[in-house]
């Protein structure tokens, strides 16, 4: 079973609807939890951390399931801008190496 | 606002010679790392330094590979012959705390 599981898309959606990612880790010890977004041959870059209780940030809610070992990300009114690869990334127990989900690939069309 | 920078941001070179990749990371993180995104693939988890020592290293990390941090500033990753499955994006990230990492802009390395 892989580390970090994402279904990698792609996901074409119009330009204001709400889309949703999951993700799952096999590591009932990890710790710390996070998507990154990264456009086309560029870097990862940070897009939230994900807390148990859950976090909104502006359009994006982050959700956190530890008994299910499940992780979710919604994007609500999406932009042209958001078209990217998302990542699921999660951080393991006294471990400081991130382990990367092969992403979702999002692409917003107009 | 700090980033992490890379020098170069592309590099070529031929099977079995040594190349040096660079990375500034910012300036008050203590922990630094590297990864690398084979094209097409997903970014993977080479090494981490901490304290002037490797504190972590991945299988990939093989004899052929070496991290230093030469001065206050500067962190590199030397592979010693390279050959072809080493072309990839190469990642330099760092953070001040064990947890939100920032990734620099990456040097592609190409194997001939």
């Known amino acids: 079973r892989k580390e970090v599981e994402q279904d990698p898309g792609p996901f074409n959606v119009p330009e204001g609807a709400t889309v949703a990612f999951n993700c799952t880790y096999s590591?009932?010890?990890?710790?710390?939890f996070f998507w990154y977004r990264q456009d086309c041959r560029k870097e990862p870059k940070l897009l939230m951390s994900?807390?148990?209780s859950g976090n909104e940030d502006g359009r994006f809610t982050a959700q956190l399931n530890r008994a299910s070992q499940y992780i979710s990300l919604l994007i609500r009114d999406s932009k042209l801008s958001d078209s990217a690869t998302y990542l699921c990334?999660?951080?393991?127990?006294?471990?400081?190496?991130?382990?990367f989900g092969t992403g979702t690939r999002l692409t917003i069309i107009p | 606002e700090p980033e992490v920078t890379q020098t170069p941001s592309h590099q070529v070179t031929q099977m079995g010679q040594e190349v040096i990749l660079r990375c500034v990371p910012i300036?008050?993180?203590?922990?630094f790392y590297w990864y690398r995104q084979i094209l097409g693939q997903k970014v993977e988890f080479l090494v981490s330094?901490?304290?002037?020592?490797?504190?972590?290293k991945s299988e990939i990390f093989d004899d052929q590979f070496s991290v230093e941090r030469p001065d206050g500033s500067n962190f590199t990753l030397k592979i010693r012959s390279t050959k072809l499955e080493d072309s990839a994006m190469y990642f330099c990230?760092?953070?001040?705390?064990?947890?939100?990492?920032?990734f620099g802009p990456g040097t592609r390395l190409t194997v001939l």
């Open positions: 990334v999660v951080n393991n127990f006294g471990n400081e190496k991130l382990t």
């Open positions: 590591n009932s010890a990890s710790q710390s």
């Open positions: 994900v807390y148990s």
């Open positions: 300036s008050n993180h203590l922990y």
């Open positions: 330094f901490y304290n002037n020592e490797i504190s972590e």
């Open positions: 990230a760092s953070n001040a705390r064990k947890n939100e990492q920032f």
